[in-house]
Nanobody
């Protein structure tokens, strides 16, 4: 049974930092991309960052480049999202997801098969 369990969310003031974790189990971790997505109220789910578990290649959406860092611990099948210099517009439910290598945009949510339950990040001004 595939499980993705997020942790580390919470509330922080603008300019602060949070680190999200996502522990994966029930599938071959190294064969998948591990992505972080977010969804704010009234908005569509958007991709934030992804890492290829088998090689460490990463990709970020422009709005978080230089502020967020995605990383992983292969021994623990865990992916992290370090979020620095947080802004109120980063407020959202954050989800981790796993998807196989496919063609097309690497942060297309439809290309990810497995999803965590989501965790709330709130950034106040």
């Amino acid at each position: 049974q595939v499980q993705l369990v997020e942790s580390g969310g919470g509330s922080v003031q603008a300019g602060g930092s949070l680190r999200l974790s996502c522990a994966a189990s029930g599938y071959t971790y190294s064969r998948y991309y591990m992505g972080w997505f977010r969804q704010a109220p009234g908005k569509e789910r958007e991709g934030v960052a992804t890492i290829y578990a088998g090689g460490g290649w990463t990709y970020y959406v422009d709005s978080v480049k230089g502020r967020f860092t995605i990383s992983q611990d292969n021994a623990k099948n865990t992916v992290y999202l370090q979020m620095n210099s947080l802004k109120p517009e980063d407020t959202a439910m954050y989800y981790c997801a796993a998807g196989p290598r496919t063609s097309g945009y690497v942060l297309d949510p439809t290309k990810y098969n497995y999803w965590g339950q989501g965790i709330l990040v709130t950034v106040s001004s």
